[in-house]
């Protein structure tokens, strides 16, 4: 995932979207928009930053697992087997990220009954164990059933990066060279978070060039 920081204006769709896809409940949010503020008065300047799970290539998370339930997939999501998790919460402590969550009982937004659109997206396998961003995986799953390709197509790209009002969420395959994400890192300045840790996360932001 490439996130465009020029372009993002903190209007926390992506979040939204991703709530509404993945039944989340309240509280929690695989993904959120920081609002960072800095500067000095009067030169002061305001960020969004959109967060999620990194999807790291080398993920802490998967190494402290005892039960291998959190693993990385061949298309390089990090996923998690809720019948392997036994909710130690080992994961959540070692992600650097701060992008696990982990929900004991069923909650939903307006009391003990879900609304329509919370009841089709809810996982009671979720109950009890771990969960995070998923980058839509069924999606990605569809896509590889029927040649879509996710980022290109709508119905196989994550909510999060249809949703955005302005076009800072962009989604693709780092590994081709003629991907729209691969594009615009060769044509950007970019970082990731906390890279120095050698985790080799898969979210990538996009800058103002350095003057």
């Known amino acids: 995932m490439v996130i465009d920081l020029r372009c993002c204006v903190g209007c926390q769709t992506c979040t939204a979207a991703c709530k509404l896809a993945n039944g989340t409940p309240p509280g929690v949010q695989w993904r959120r928009v920081l609002d960072i503020e800095s500067g000095v008065y009067p030169d002061v300047r305001r960020s969004f930053v959109p967060v999620s799970c990194m999807h790291c290539a080398d993920p802490p998370c998967m190494h402290v697992c005892p039960t291998q339930a959190t693993y990385r997939r061949e298309d390089g999501v990090v996923a998690i087997d809720y019948d392997l998790c036994i909710g130690c919460a080992y994961c959540a402590v070692a992600c650097p990220y701060q992008q696990r969550h982990k929900t004991q009982r069923a909650q939903f937004a ?18 009890g164990v771990s969960t995070k961003c998923t980058f839509c995986s069924d999606r990605l799953d569809a896509a590889r059933a029927t040649g879509r390709t996710p980022g290109v ?59």
Not at 113 to 124: G, K, L, M, N, R
Not at 183 to 206: A, S, W
């Open 110 to 127: 307006y009391g003990a009954e879900p609304t329509a659109a919370e009841s089709q997206v809810f996982d009671p396998r979720r109950l």
């Open 153 to 211: 197509d709508p119905e196989v790209t994550p909510a999060c990066v249809n949703s955005c009002i302005a076009g800072a969420l962009h989604f693709g395959d780092r590994d081709d060279p003629n991907s729209n994400v691969s594009r615009l890192l060769r044509e950007t300045e970019h970082f990731r978070m906390h890279e120095e840790l050698g985790t080799d996360p898969g979210v990538y932001y996009i800058v103002e060039p350095q003057r």
